[in-house]
């Protein structure tokens, strides 16, 4: 859990602006299930508005403001309340260089008494019940960050802490400030008397660069920056540790391992009455929970134990990706991921596991028109998928349906495994990992878009997420390409508002269908092969580093991610009067052309399975929310929008609001090098499996139940 994380005069202008106060309300009211009181918000309007100024007034405006944090998402795991800390700074000890970090404790009392007069542990405070000296907590908020699973095990640090009561006086909370109270690197005490000492304690403290750096750092070990899921692939070749998995999401593949222990046949202790029972996992999340992750986890770890697991989706460019980027060279690795369809025939005998990833894009039946009548299937997709294993786990997100024929839903696993006897087990994740950990930005885009019933609000930059409107497809272009340029991952995504030509000739030449004003680019290759001017072929187009010369679908994006993402909205979904007004495209060909050219003749939707006549207005107008739901979701540092409506444009820019606040356009030169990431190389051949035998044949196998 984190509110906030934002330099202290970043901070000072979001507050300027009347936006922090409602921010962080509404992250409070998200973790925590409930309104924030009046003398919460209070707190936050007055506390922490009091110790910016103080951190800018000291020269460390720089200094990094990580605002209600937990020490780590097990908090959450913990019996009643997490241990939230009312402010974590960040940023590089002046003479150590290392990580610094101060741990703050901020109340508004301005008088204090003891409880017992032999001790300082308990204090009266008028109007309160008796309370704990701040410095109790801070010790538990100390050893949680600095303890054995904590965020700062492993790096050179300072750490400490102080209360910090900027309404009192020394004399009226005197029992805090004696010999007898709790003492220790976290149990400093300030008051309005003694501000000229906590400047001059902070210029001890922090450097006055670094604290962007520095924060990077401790995000990651705090599990609120993930590894982009291709780039652990690659390092790890999907071999023993994929992921570090956190939360909830280590509970699901716990519990998915538990589960495969006691009902998978022992391979090399066959037992003499085989366990017949099977089980279903149905994994519920948005976009960036982690769903991936858990699948691609359990997967390698199966496997090591010499399981047969297969990793089945819906979606061709994930599975391009995977086995393009991660298993190039590497035919057995690549043969692991496979597709819903491939499953009319079930495997005998049946997989130990099969992964089912965006299970939301399940189909009616398996089905294609290039296939021989034999071929088709002819029960339900999602019974195929449940005869091919006997254990089955279902990820899913119900926002992500982006066709009309996909049927994937809770309830459709539901009925199938009730039709077979066997035991489903249940989990939802909320942690999100995506769009830089910022939940606030997924709800944001939610609302917006009329996915959710929430009334769409100003975005607030949080320090996690950045967002800004283009005036023209040229401004989003060249912020595009410039920070691809630089070294970030950066893709041009847009909705599905343009004819889709097939490439032209021997050479394969692309034509350029995306047209808006003078401003013409062709679409992803619609190609197995690389075309003229080395374009990517589809299934490679989003990690292809010539992919950004293209403008990539919903079908090519699903289930990937980039450091930056241009979106172009098209005439598909338009703003007029105060709602979303969805329309229907028509094309017109070329005249007088030698090859089969289409063009713009009514704006709007041109997907031929979502514009088709029998879908209906209800269900087109929720597939074009839910594909653009999925485009602006695509970024992990940056989104930068553009309609090629004005009056949509203008929407956009009301709810994005201002965007030059120093320090949060996210640039690749302005990150600070510890959040600069190298994306990897696809590997080279010659790295199969065989030629990387493994040292460790994995644990020993539980003996089977029967």
């Given amino acids: 859990m984190l509110l906030l994380k934002l330099s202290a005069q970043d901070l000072l202008t979001l507050n300027l602006r009347r936006r922090m106060v409602p921010h962080l309300a509404a992250r409070w009211r998200h973790f925590r299930g409930a309104d924030a009181s009046e003398s919460e918000r209070s707190a936050w309007a007055q506390s922490l508005v009091e110790l910016a100024a103080d951190l800018v007034a000291a020269g460390r405006g720089n200094v990094e403001m990580i605002v209600e944090c937990a020490a780590t998402l097990g908090e959450t795991d913990r019996p009643g309340e997490p241990r939230l800390i009312d402010v974590v700074l960040v940023g590089h000890h002046p003479k150590e260089r290392g990580l610094s970090v101060q741990l703050v404790e901020l109340k508004r009392w301005s008088m204090v008494t003891r409880v017992e007069q032999a001790t300082a542990e308990l204090v009266n405070v008028p109007g309160m019940d008796p309370k704990k000296h701040p410095a109790l907590q801070l010790r538990e908020y100390y050893d949680a960050f600095t303890g054995a699973k904590g965020p700062l095990k492993g790096l050179s640090f300072e750490c400490g802490g102080f209360a910090y009561l900027h309404n009192a006086t020394d004399t009226s909370v005197r029992a805090l400030l004696d010999v007898d ?256 950990g910022s939940d606030a930005y997924i709800r944001w ?49 847009a909705g599905y508002c343009w004819p889709w030509t097939k490439p032209l000739g021997k050479e394969k030449r692309l034509e350029a269908d995306v047209r808006i004003g003078d401003w013409h680019r062709p679409w992803n290759a619609k190609s197995d092969a690389f075309c003229e001017n080395d374009a990517p072929p589809s299934k490679i187009w989003s990690v292809h580093h010539n992919g950004v010369d293209q403008i990539g679908c919903v079908y090519t994006a699903q289930g990937l991610e980039w450091d930056w993402c241009g979106v172009i909205m098209g005439d598909d979904m338009v703003r007029r009067d105060g709602r979303w007004v969805f329309q229907r495209g028509k094309e017109v060909r070329v005249p007088d052309s030698e090859w089969d050219i289409k063009r713009v003749g009514v704006p709007g939707s041109f997907d031929p399975k979502v514009r088709a006549g029998s879908v209906i207005d209800e269900d087109f107008a929720k597939l074009i929310r839910h594909a653009y739901h999925v485009l602006m979701t695509r970024a992990s540092r940056a989104t930068v929008l553009y309609s090629t409506d004005e009056e949509t444009r203008a929407y956009l820019k009301e709810l994005v609001g201002e965007v030059e606040i120093h320090g949060l356009r996210p640039t690749w030169e302005n990150l600070p090098q510890e959040a600069r990431t190298p994306h990897l190389p696809r590997p080279r051949r010659g790295r199969g499996r065989k030629a990387r035998k493994r040292k460790d044949k994995g644990p020993q196998l539980p003996d089977p139940l029967f």
């Fill in 445 to 493: 885009v939610r609302a917006a878009l009329g996915v959710t019933d929430d009334a769409p609000e100003q975005w607030t930059p949080d320090g996690l997420m950045h967002v800004e409107v283009a005036d023209t497809p040229e401004a989003l272009e060249r912020i595009v390409r410039s920070e691809a340029l630089a070294g970030a991952s950066a893709r041009m995504v």
């Fill in 181 to 436: 109270a709790p003492t220790g690197p976290y149990a400093h005490v300030y008051t309005n008397d003694s501000r000229a000492r906590l400047l001059s304690d902070l210029r001890e403290h922090f450097a006055e660069e670094g604290g962007a750096s520095a924060a990077e750092i401790l995000l990651r070990n705090m599990g609120l920056r993930n590894t982009p899921l291709l780039d652990a692939m690659i390092r790890s070749r999907g071999e023993d540790t994929v992921f570090t998995l956190r939360g909830r999401q280590q509970d699901v593949a716990d519990q998915i391992m538990e589960t495969a222990a006691k009902v998978l046949p022992n391979p090399r202790r066959p037992a003499l009455i085989p366990d017949e029972r099977r089980v279903i996992f149905l994994v519920t999340g948005g976009a960036g929970t982690g769903k991936s992750a858990i699948g691609l986890q359990i997967k390698a770890e199966l496997e090591a134990q010499g399981r047969t697991v297969k990793y089945a989706s819906g979606s061709r460019a994930f599975n391009g990706a995977i086995q393009e980027h991660v298993g190039y060279g590497d035919r057995e690795f690549k043969e692991t991921f496979t597709y819903f369809s491939n499953f009319v025939t079930p495997p005998d005998p049946p997989l130990d596991l099969l992964i089912c990833d965006e299970a939301h894009r399940l189909r009616e039946r398996s089905f294609s028109q290039y296939w021989k009548p034999e071929q088709q299937g002819t029960q339900p997709q999602v019974d195929e998928l449940l005869d091919a294993s006997r254990l089955t786990v279902f990820f899913l997100d119900a926002g992500q349906s982006v066709r009309p024929n996909e049927v994937g839903s809770a309830e459709l696993i539901e009925d199938a495994a009730k039709r077979r006897d066997a035991h489903l087990v249940r989990y939802g994740l909320r942690e999100q990992f995506r769009c830089g």
